[in-house]
Nanobody, 124 residues
Framework: QVQLVESGGGLVQAGDSLRLSCAAS????????MGWFRQAPGKEREFVAA????????YYADSVNGRFTISRDNAKNTANLQMNSLKPEDTAVYYC?????????????????WGQGTQVTVSS
């Protein structure tokens, strides 16, 4: 079983950028599709972005498409989320996730491994 640890969250102003990182241990990330989710106070956890194990296919939620970029480095066992043009509505706890199939991530169903989350706060 892989373990995931996120880093890079913080407090920024609207329009700023942040880069979240997800470090894996226990097993190579090469076997997994990777994704990012977020959960704002009082709301359900929602899909943000996902990338296949090879990096050949990438998926984004409409709300972040064009502003966020997901990437991975299988050699370093890491996945990243570059967030640009941040908005106050992007404020949430962001979770790194891994699954055997990218469809499980885009649908948020089935067996998914979660990180502990990192807080992102965007002030107006």
């Amino acid at each position: 079983q892989v373990q995931l640890v996120e880093s890079g969250g913080g407090l920024v102003q609207a329009g700023d950028s942040l880069r979240l990182s997800c470090a894996a241990s226990g097993r190579t990330l090469r076997a997994y599709a990777m994704g990012w989710f977020r959960q704002a106070p009082g709301k359900e956890r929602e899909f943000v972005a996902a990338i296949t194990w090879s990096g050949g296919s990438i998926y984004y939620a409409d709300s972040v498409n064009g502003r966020f970029t997901i990437s991975r480095d299988n050699a370093k066992n890491t996945a990243n989320l570059q967030m640009n043009s941040l908005k106050p509505e992007d404020t949430a706890v962001y979770y790194c996730a891994a699954a055997n199939d990218v469809v499980l991530l885009t649908r948020n169903e089935g067996s998914i491994v979660w990180g502990q989350g990192t807080q992102v706060t965007v002030s107006s």
